[in-house]
């Protein structure tokens, strides 16, 4: 399926419509700067589209689209947030010494149930981190927790596996590689949106991500259904 959208999806068309996007984004941003300060925060880029049919399988765990130019990232001090089985001690010891510059927090299951119940706490913890990861083990628990407010932004935690691997360099490299991928969430309607970049990116970056994501969603919705 990435084969097919590479050879259907005119990339030079792709690039040009990323160009206009982000100087759209950019005369927007400073029409309202005096008012809202939007000057200088980068605008997450979006690509929709629309399948012929719907989804018979529609399943809400976010599937993980890898792409080769992040838009979380070192670079850009993102902050991702990891969601763990209790103990939570116990993983944040075993990944003290490993190169992750982006996971800036880990929060154990009970934690995230005890201190997290209000929508003022759920939004300020949207609010604190870029993206969200969930150790596989909790991650069919966090619906009645994370609640609509994390569906509705779109940025509900994708599920990794965080256990039995053969050494810490394996897990750092889960870790670093969940952190930099985007997601894609096959619901029961024809209309979909992946994120795919951020305005600072290059509009090229922007384009390549754009036809990875289409061609892992893609493929992932036909096989799924």
Known sequence: MNAQVVSKVDLKQVVSAVKALKAFT???????AAKALLSDEDQTVHVTFTMTQVPTNPSPKPQMIKIDNPFV??????RVCVIVKDPARAFKDQIQDLDIPCIAKVIGFDKLKRNFKQYKDKRQLLKDYDAFLADLR?????????GKEFYQRKRYP???KLHGFDSKKALEAQLNSAAASTSFTLGNGPNYSVR????????KDIAQNTLQALGQALAYATVHD
Request: positive net charge; hydrophobic residues 30%; glycine residues 6%.
């Open 26 to 32: 950019k005369k927007q941003s400073e029409d309202v």
């Open 73 to 78: 990232c070192q670079g850009q001090n993102s």
């Open 138 to 146: 909790v991650y069919k628990m966090l619906p009645e927790l994370v």
């Open 158 to 160: 994708c599920p990794i």
């Open 196 to 203: 795919v970049g951020k305005t600072f990116q290059q509009a």
